[in-house]
C-alpha cells in the first residue's frame, strides 16, 4: 500500500508526464482554486457515450501503456524520471 506521499509524487509525475511541468502546475492551481464536484465531473466526462465505447477506449489506451512500457520508453505507465 502507498503512503499519501508516494501518491502525490507518482500523481504529479503522471500530470508532469501529460502535460508538462509548468502545465501541471497550473492544472493543479485550476484544482485548487475552483470549486470541483467528482460527481458531476464523471457525470459529464462519460456523457453520450455507453459502456462498450468507454471500455474499448479504456482497452486501447491500456495497449499503448503496455507497449510503451515494453518499449521502455515510460515505467509503469509514467514517464522514466
Not at 506521499?5 to 508526464?17: D, K, M, N, P, V
Amino acid at each position: 500500500m502507498s503512503t499519501d506521499t508516494e501518491i502525490r509524487i507518482e500523481g504529479f509525475r503522471a500530470l508532469s508526464g501529460a502535460l508538462g511541468d509548468v502545465k501541471a502546475e497550473r492544472f493543479i492551481t485550476l484544482i485548487l482554486r475552483e470549486p470541483f464536484d467528482y460527481t458531476q465531473w464523471q457525470a459529464k466526462l462519460w456523457k453520450g457515450q455507453n459502456v462498450e465505447d468507454i471500455s474499448k477506449a479504456a482497452m486501447r489506451q491500456r495497449t499503448a501503456t503496455v507497449a510503451r512500457v515494453a518499449e521502455g520508453s515510460v515505467k509503469y505507465g509514467l514517464p522514466k524520471t
